[in-house]
């Protein structure tokens, strides 16, 4: 079992920034790649971004590139997200997750991550 708790998230204003963590338990955390998704209101949970289980190769979903940056501490067992000049649309629960395999085949999708947080609240205002 691996446990997740992610944190950071609020209010912020348009073109602001916030970082979100997620803190890992339970199992080996550089045996895991990691992945952020985020759902909105009335909408599917939607893939943003992923990183492997070293670090060195990240992908993100094409909204957010340029602004968000994943990163992570395998000393610390902590995933970030990083989020700059964010928009109304960014607006969701954003739920960090973990997946065993190092397959780089369905990267995007929530199916493929074993474990999940609880999720944190991102609330962008115009």
């Known amino acids: 079992q691996v446990q997740l708790v992610e944190s950071g998230g609020g209010l912020v204003q348009a073109g602001g920034s916030l970082k979100l963590s997620c803190a890992a338990s339970?199992?080996?955390?550089?045996?895991?790649?990691m992945g952020w998704f985020r759902q909105a209101p009335g909408k599917e949970r939607e893939f943003v971004a992923t990183?492997?289980?070293?670090?060195?190769?990240?992908y993100y979903t094409q909204s957010v590139k340029g602004r968000f940056t994943i990163s992570r501490d395998n000393a610390k067992n902590t995933v970030f997200l990083e989020m700059n000049s964010l928009k109304p649309e960014d607006t969701a629960v954003y739920y960090c997750?973990?997946?065993?395999?190092?397959?780089?085949?369905?990267?995007?999708?929530?199916?493929?991550?074993?474990?999940w947080g609880q999720g944190t609240q991102v609330t962008v205002s115009s």
């Open positions: 997750a973990s997946r065993y395999s190092s397959s780089f085949s369905k990267l995007d999708d929530p199916g493929q991550y074993e474990y």
């Open positions: 339970g199992r080996t955390f550089s045996n895991y790649r």
């Open positions: 990183i492997s289980r070293s670090g060195g190769t990240t």
